[in-house]
């Protein structure tokens, strides 16, 4: 600019015609003047249009709450956070300062924990569990210009963004592999606590055993809780001994217990196996390798996508469905302990749910209907 401004001015120099050299030199020093005010206001407007550029990639602040199954659950608070963490990663943020978690131990603290980051003006504060659903309810309506985002639950709410998974379908494929593996013909379920949300594992795992043998016997209990290791140990010890050898636990940190008593009868010589649920937990079965495989969720990924919306201004209210066709839900990776005939059954009736040619029930009326069909 400044080069071409100089140009500008030898050619009005030359082209003043009369007059004295002073008259010229007064004529140009005014063009001057006005080439400098011009070039200072171009400026201005770069350095506001990069202020403007900074604004749009500002940094955000993520927190996120977690049920009573803690951080560490090798399961569903776990998941969500290494994807949170994964986006902090990505954008240069800074743990404690720009993203944190409060872990809950009991169902007390869920509102004192959202309240937190809504008085430390958060801009996205995370939810885990369908547990948490009342204290968001609470907090959210009581608190408009704050944002929220709930897994695996619904809040209809202007202010909050509901995830939710078709966790029948996975557990559909996980049924497929039991049925399968059994040598016994008795495999069982256990759940943390009874709800809508856990009848969708069970129900689904169940339609997924007897469409391969529906003679199978499946053995269901609930634990009643989603951290107590002890109590999941001591349901499954009573299921290995009612024959069954394939456990699927959905129960978060209950479901350690559940690993630890398979990995103590596989080192006696037991052929016992256990399905984990969330994430891949093949780790969890080691050394002693019990992972048959895991129903694995989308929860990494799904908060990750959820806080770069946020942070791009793009995160909507309103409930975010992901299933086998989205991704959503699956089998793990880590197929080892899995026979090709099984992987074909998986296949196909992968995309049988996929296109809906097959609807996996979501409660026990739905199984009680599907089973019925089956017979038929």
């Not at 608190?143 to 998974?165: C, G």
């Not at 256990?190 to 003679?215: T, Y």
């Not at 390798?289 to 990494?300: D, E, F, R, Y």
Request: proline letters at 2%; charged letters at 25%; one cysteine or more.
């Amino acid at each position: 600019d400044y080069l071409m401004g100089l140009f500008y001015l030898l050619s009005v120099f030359k082209k003043i015609k009369g007059g004295s050299i002073l008259k010229k030199l007064g004529i140009l020093w005014i063009c001057a003047v006005v080439l400098l005010f011009f070039t200072a206001c171009s400026q201005a407007n770069s350095d506001e249009n990069v202020h403007q550029d900074k604004e749009e990639k500002r940094t955000i602040k993520i927190g996120m709450i977690t049920d009573t199954g803690g951080i560490d659950d090798k399961s569903f608070n776990q998941s969500a956070w290494e994807g949170i963490q994964a986006f902090a990663k990505a954008n240069g943020l800074t743990e404690g300062k720009d993203y944190k978690y409060l872990q809950s131990s009991s169902e007390a603290e869920y509102e004192t924990n959202l309240n937190q980051f809504v008085q430390a003006n958060f801009d996205l504060t995370f939810a885990v569990g369908y547990k948490l659903k009342p204290a968001v309810e609470k907090i959210a309506a009581a608190n408009p210009k704050s944002n929220f985002a709930i897994i695996d639950e619904k809040v209809d709410l202007p202010n909050v963004t509901s995830a939710t998974f078709k966790d029948e379908e996975g557990a559909f494929l996980v049924g497929i592999v039991a049925a399968m593996t059994s040598e016994t013909n008795t495999v069982g379920f256990i759940g943390g606590e009874k709800s809508a949300l856990m009848q969708r594992f069970e129900s689904g795992f169940e339609a997924g055993v007897k469409s391969i043998n529906p003679k199978a016997k499946v053995l269901v209990q609930y634990a009643n809780s989603f951290s107590d290791a002890a109590k999941g140990s001591a349901i499954a010890s009573a299921m290995y001994g009612q024959n069954a050898d394939v456990i699927y636990v959905a129960a978060g940190g209950t479901g350690n217990g559940v690993f630890t008593e398979a990995k103590n009868r596989k080192a006696k010589g037991e052929n016992v196996w256990v399905i984990g649920s969330d994430r891949d937990q093949y780790k969890e079965g080691l050394p002693e390798n019990v992972t048959l495989t895991s129903m694995v969720k989308g929860i990494h990924t799904v908060c990750e996508q959820l806080a770069v919306l946020a942070q791009n201004g793009d995160l909507k209210a309103g409930t975010m469905e992901f299933g086998l066709k989205e991704g959503g839900v699956g089998i793990s990776d880590t197929t080892e302990n899995i026979g090709e005939d099984t992987l074909g059954q998986i296949n196909d009736y992968e995309q049988k749910i996929i296109t809906g040619e097959i609807i996996v029930p979501k409660t026990r009326q739905d199984l009680d209907v599907f089973l019925a069909n089956l017979k038929s």
